[in-house]
């Protein structure tokens, strides 16, 4: 064998896998057929729509504005130039981490596309034909995703993008219409209304963000209503068409909506059609997607691993990068203790969506008696010093144990604020924590308390 671990693709699951297998000793390659080593979330997705992300809402003074109003702006005039500049800086920098990072746990890499052989040899071939076989005793698919483009839709870069080529604009649209509110979906069209880019967002269902907290969701549609977004609901897409004067997207209710440019956003499909897994016998369906045993990440073919957005929900980078680590740990023989049972998901539209645990509507489901504790962002002092004058963070309590199920939030640092609610439901905390710890003061935090309080008035001391 050449290798102990061959690992297909170099995003979060292949890289986590990549690492984890070379602290046990383990000789490792890592074969990318990309132009630099990251993966997805690195190139086209995580890092550079978080960066845009960023970018936007301090050139734009978003944070400020509850404070100075919606005209308020910390520039004039934001080009494209502007956007790209920290996100290339943001890049190389992640690249350069992770080079090092395979280099000081002895990773070796090369960039070529990867086909099966068999159960132990896959050819490379790189872009000028180069041809080689390798060895391994082990292997791991961590090849991802990308966007899904049906055949009736005219992507070309001018008018109608995918969510990839939307980091290659070259100007700022005047008007936006976004096609498909999943989180990529929402992330976009957010940000591009923060720049008061006038957006459409089109979603063929009656409703969003299904798997979120409903009392969240609502208040995020209201803001973005509120902020002047024109949202499109039940809304299917008859057909979409590049204009020279502009792009037109004809909704099967017989309305047309003109904008400059059109994100289509709706779905990604697995990386597996050139990867040969037909000759050892593994099968994906329809969307690209590999089916593994949720414990280990085996495929069908036991010393072949599947991992990441590849083997579908909830494709997310934090989640791909511990299913790497499990698969790795499992490869070589270490036994680890079953994960908890819930993760965080993070929605980094503006503003953003955190959710972890049970929604109240999965609670109701459960049948279980429960309280519900609320806290606005501006009953907090630090909420009052940052001129937040939305968010609000829900926290769901089990009647009889009195333990914390769910905690949602949506509003400036959700996606860090999570965090408290993830280790109190994953360490078992009940209502008491909250109301007998103290909270540093002033923070956004402190809603944690409130919103415990909130729910302990009315269950009580138990
Ligand atoms: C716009 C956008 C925003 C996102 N935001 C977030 C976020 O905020 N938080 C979050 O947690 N997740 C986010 N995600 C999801 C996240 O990017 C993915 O979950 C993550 O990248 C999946 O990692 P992966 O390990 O499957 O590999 P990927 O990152 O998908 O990388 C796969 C790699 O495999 C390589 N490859 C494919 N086929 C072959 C082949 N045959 N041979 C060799 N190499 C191959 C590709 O070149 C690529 O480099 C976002 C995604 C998108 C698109």
Known sequence: MDYDMLVIGSGPSGRRAAVQSAKLGKSVLVVDRGRRLGGVSVHTGTIPSKTLRETVLNLSGWRERGFYGRGYRVKQDISVGDLVERLHKTLDHEVEVLQHQFMRN???SARAAVKFLGPNKVSLTTDNGDYSEVGFANALIAVGTRPHRPRDVPFDKTRIFDSDEMLELDRLPRTLTVIGAGVIGVEYATIFSALDVPVTLVEPRNSILDFVDREIV???????RDRGMT??????VKEIRSKPEAAEVELADGRT???EVVLYAAGRTGN???LGLDVVGIDADTRGRIKVDPRTFQTSVPNIYAAGDVIGFPSLASTSMEQGRVAACHAFGVALPPPPETFPYGIYAVPEISTVGQSEEQVRESGAAYEVGVARFRETSR???MGVNTGFLKLLFSIETRRLLGAHIVGEGATELIHIGQAVINLGGTVDFFVNNTFNYPTLAE???IAGLDAWNRMGRG
């Open 257 to 259: 909506i003109r904008s």
């Open 447 to 449: 809603a944690y308390k």
């Open 272 to 274: 597996v059609g050139s």
């Open 218 to 224: 609502d208040d995020f549609i209201h803001q973005m």
């Open 383 to 385: 909420g009052h010093i």
């Open 231 to 236: 949202i499109r609901l039940g809304s299917a």
């Open 106 to 108: 002895t990773v070796k």
